[in-house]
């Protein structure tokens, strides 16, 4: 039987240029600069020497702005196919230095307390154990390092627009990279949370020491018209992107 962490392999490596298309095209618009300004709050002045995780990299879209900003960014990605668009992109963009590696977010093998900076977007959300995830991105980082997790509850959103009959749509995605896309969501615990709320409650557990939520970032980055690729179901059916920022003890 085929678990839902190959499936969502499969889905996501067969979409890995046209991914990377859409990816790129957000670093070259104002987008970039909006995620920059605001990895550069939480980031120290001295970025040189900084050793950042960029986990589910997918495009490398983060690992190149944060490679660009003189952080020691390593990659990972459970898709060889997103790390070998990651790589081109990160050498036509001159971010030379990127450590890319093959990991499962679930499942990191890095030691303890390996990193002062982790970013993640759009990953919990269609990962088999999400409390898996958090878990090993609490336990690489390092005491006083900061964690960022941009996020939204897509599954929850295409359940409700399934549910209601309505046709799945993407700009770029097949119909059926879409049903596939839905399915996998729907078997995701996470997809039956209250989100970020229970992002939260699992970082008090983990014993995070701050934690600043945004339930609406596109709109705190001034990005509603820009960020439009994850329509969820429908034209008129869209998921928030939140942020959840913590720090550890």
């Given at each position: 039987m085929v678990s839902l962490s190959d499936r969502s392999n499969k889905y996501w490596s067969g979409r890995a240029s046209e991914f990377s298309g859409l990816r790129m095209k957000d670093y070259e618009s104002s987008m970039r600069?909006?995620?920059e300004n605001f990895l550069l709050a939480f980031l120290p002045d001295n970025?040189?020497?900084i050793s950042v995780l960029d986990l589910g990299t997918g495009a490398g879209f983060f690992a190149i702005i944060l490679r660009k900003l003189g952080c020691q960014?390593?990659?990972v990605d459970f898709s060889s196919e997103m790390l070998a668009q990651a790589e081109i992109n990160a050498q036509e963009k001159d971010a030379r230095g990127i450590s890319f590696i093959e990991m499962d977010a679930q499942n990191l093998t890095f030691p303890d307390n390996s990193f002062d900076f982790i970013i993640t977007r759009n990953v919990?959300?269609?990962v088999e154990d999400a409390e898996k995830v958090y878990y090993h991105m609490h336990r690489v980082l390092k005491p006083g390092g900061t964690m960022i997790n941009l996020d939204a509850n897509y599954g929850k959103s295409f359940k409700e627009s399934d549910d209601k009959g309505e046709t799945p749509t993407h700009p770029t995605q097949t119909l059926e990279q879409l049903r596939e896309r839905n399915a996998i969501a729907k078997e995701c615990s996470i997809s039956k949370e209250k989100r970020p709320s229970w992002d939260v409650d699992l970082l008090i557990d983990l014993g995070v020491s701050d934690i600043w939520v945004h339930l609406d970032l596109d709109k705190k980055l001034g990005l509603e018209a820009a960020?439009?690729?994850y329509i969820s179901a429908s034209n008129n059916t869209k998921s928030k992107i939140f942020v959840v920022v913590a720090k550890k003890i």
């Open positions: 600069s909006a995620y970025k040189k020497g960014v390593t990659a919990t959300w269609v960020n439009c690729p």
